[in-house]
């Protein structure tokens, strides 16, 4: 399957891999009817109805642009729409990144195992906020009792504050996935719950593991052996997630930008991110991730079939039933930005501010399966 080097992406005829152009002119057409209605000032969305006490964004947001996208089928790049050239905020698929980051940890040894406990982790490491105070970590008796596997699949139930946000701020929150409402603490691995402030969690932890900084480690690491742009950006919270670990001053940086920061990366990029998922973890015949990593990754959770570690899998057909393979998988963020993937049919799709992403999903994929 080709693979493109930095800089350049070859383009084919469609006809070229047996989709037809009316497919993908109906796809374009979808994307750019459908507008998510974002505000251009993402300043002014707040993605999940926050409390007011925690409601305020701590980090830097930046101007939408318009609905935009790829499709990119065996590797070619067959379809484009909108300007998938410019760097937007990719709100949640950001958090689709971090087990790459843990992926990459795990192959060197520095994450011994999806079940470690952060608590014997952490206990190693002098963890403190910029201006000396203690971090809310893994001390608690429920605490105790994660591991990196529960934060992953986010069954962790970790209890505290991160950076002024309580993680009570996610309890119950609305998105299509949460399915059982709770009024009281679980113990870890018990219930799965969409947080932020333990995904945020989890990038500090990933980052006192490395004691490095994340966006150094996924350019590095990642970003520039599978030849993306120097365009991308990872924020923090300015101010509010400096950390010292064993007294260096780094920038923790946060799984989504539902206050803010986050990744802000352009289309091209998240289709190679795609790209090396469906690869198995390699690039140009190089391994990037181990593919028993990526493996690890496109697990079921025992408890959500459907979500393996912060990412979105379509296990028995639960997300986009007959219309893609069980082997699909989706990182989606809030704007109805979301990278889709079909190992079996090797497309991937790229979509940005799309009001519907599953609904243009679908408009591709029935064709292609016969519909």
Not at 193 to 202: A, P
Not at 223 to 232: E, L, Q, R
Not at 266 to 287: E, H, I, V
Not at 290 to 316: A, D, E, M, V
Request: charged share 25%; proline share 5%.
């Amino acid at each position: 399957m080709y693979t493109p080097i930095k800089g350049s992406w070859e383009r084919i005829d469609p006809l070229e891999v047996k989709v037809h152009p009316n497919i993908t002119k109906n796809v374009e057409k979808f994307a750019k009817d459908f507008d998510c209605g974002f505000p251009k000032n993402l300043n002014e969305v707040d993605v999940s109805n926050d409390p007011p006490q925690w409601a305020g964004k701590i980090g830097p947001m930046k101007e939408r642009g318009v609905p935009s996208g790829l499709i990119i089928k065996d590797g070619y790049i067959i379809s484009e729409w909108g300007d998938p050239g410019r760097v937007d905020m990719i709100f949640s698929i950001t958090k689709s990144f971090l087990p790459l980051i843990a992926g990459l940890a795990y192959d060197k040894g520095l994450l011994k195992s999806v079940d470690e406990k952060l608590y014997d982790v952490e206990k190693k490491i002098n963890l403190k906020m910029s201006d000396g105070s203690d971090i809310d970590g893994y001390d608690s008796s429920k605490n105790k009792l994660i591991t990196w596997k529960h934060l992953l699949q986010q069954t962790s139930d970790w209890e505290g504050t991160l950076f002024t946000k309580s993680d009570l701020v996610d309890w119950n929150r609305s998105v299509p996935e949460m399915t059982v409402i709770r009024s009281n603490r679980m113990k870890p691995g018990e219930h799965w719950e969409y947080n932020d402030v333990r995904v945020n969690r989890l990038a500090l932890s990933l980052m006192s593991l490395f004691k490095n900084s994340l966006p150094k480690i996924l350019k590095d690491k990642i970003m520039d052996p599978i030849g993306a742009s120097n365009t991308w950006e990872w924020h923090g919270y300015d101010d509010y997630s400096k950390v010292l670990i064993d007294n260096q001053l780094f920038t923790s940086v946060p799984g989504g930008g539902h206050w803010g920061g986050g990744l802000w990366v352009n289309s091209y990029d998240l289709a190679r991110f795609g790209l090396l998922m469906l690869n198995r973890g390699t690039w140009q015949g190089k391994t990037i991730i181990s593919s028993n990593w990526i493996n690890k990754i496109l697990s079921p959770s025992l408890i959500k079939p459907n979500y393996g570690f912060l990412i979105r899998i379509n296990t028995k057909n639960s997300i986009f039933g007959k219309y893609a393979s069980e082997k699909s998988f989706l990182a989606a963020g809030a704007g109805g930005n979301a990278v889709f993937v079909d190992p079996n049919k090797k497309i991937i799709i790229v979509t940005r501010w799309c009001k519907n992403p599953k609904d243009l999903i679908e408009l591709l994929l029935k064709p292609i399966y016969g519909e």
